[in-house]
């Protein structure tokens, strides 16, 4: 007797439910396709209706004699050489902010969250407070965040005035509407951003895995380097995805701290061609290339870093 008949007898034996159970089963696989069915309508409308439009759009073309902001629907795949040999060194320079900032984020956000999750485990009253004032500015305006920064970094700031006084910027020197202005904001708005998935992460930790390392003699930086990081990676890689995606596309921080010409980042490039300019397709080709080109680059983090044996 052959191997395949063998198997499907001995499925068949296995599967011994009642006919009541296997229409449960089927019910119970229908009602989870109409569970999900909201969220993808909700995806298809939101999400992959408007790539089809910024694509199409990005394909249109001006007639001749056109007025401001007038354009008919074409294939003018030319839209998108125009743009990249202009602005290439706009977009290069946004991811390039774009790491700094979540590099600087994650500096500053592990020591914060490792605070608040491990640190205080045994103290909830001190870490509700410590996390409550950790997340409390971040629910003001983004705009008036991003506005105080430029404040604090004004020339007649204590900032500015202590870095000349110790000679580590010159007597005209100045920190607002510079590189350092912007990935500083960066840095600060999109701080929230990398410290909650690290704290999550955090919080699960088992601290017995601490005082076992210590009882074999491991020092403080082995500890954190076979024990508390890997245990933190799952936070570390969503952390870093989520600061360094919506910190390559802002422009706000740009707009406010920068000075329009080698700080100009390309979410400015877009809104500038978008409202001011009035060039839709160039807007719209712009659009679309900063998101394949994010999406390129996630890809290839996932690949190398990946997330099957951080979960």
Do not use: H
């Amino acid at each position: 007797m052959s191997a395949p008949a063998d198997l499907k007898r001995a499925a068949k034996r296995a599967d011994l439910r009642s006919p009541e159970e296997i229409r449960a089963e089927k019910k119970k696989g229908r009602m989870g396709a109409w569970l999900i069915l909201p969220g993808m309508l909700y995806m298809a409308l939101f999400f992959a209706a408007p790539v089809v439009v910024l694509l199409s759009m990005s394909l249109f073309v001006k007639p001749e004699g056109a007025d401001l902001g007038e354009f008919v629907p074409g294939w003018n795949f030319g839209t998108y050489a125009e743009v990249w040999s202009r602005y290439w060194p706009v977009l290069l320079r946004s991811f390039v902010f774009a790491l700094i900032a979540t590099i600087a984020a994650l500096i500053i956000a592990f020591p914060m969250a490792y605070l608040v999750a491990v640190r205080l485990r045994g103290k909830p009253l001190f870490k509700g407070i410590l996390l409550v004032l950790l997340i409390a500015p971040f629910f003001s305006s983004f705009i008036l965040r991003t506005q105080a920064w430029k404040q604090i970094l004004a020339d007649e700031g204590w900032i500015v005035q202590t870095l000349k006084a110790v000679a580590i910027l010159p007597a005209d020197g100045s920190l607002t509407a510079t590189p350092f202005a912007v990935i500083c904001g960066l840095t600060y708005n999109f701080l929230p951003f990398m410290m909650l998935p690290i704290y999550a992460s955090l919080e699960r930790l088992d601290t017995r895995l601490l005082e076992a390392s210590g009882d074999l003699y491991a020092s403080p930086a082995q500890t954190f380097m076979k024990v508390t990081l890997p245990q933190s990676m799952p936070g570390v890689f969503a952390g870093t995805l989520l600061t360094f995606i919506p910190a390559a596309g802002d422009y706000v921080n740009a707009a406010i701290l920068g000075n329009n010409r080698d700080t100009s980042m390309i979410g400015q490039v877009i809104d500038s061609r978008f409202f001011k300019v009035i060039d839709y397709p160039g807007a719209a080709a712009l659009s679309f290339i900063l998101m394949v080109c994010i999406l390129i680059l996630v890809l290839i983090y996932i690949r190398r870093f990946g997330t099957k044996d951080l979960f």
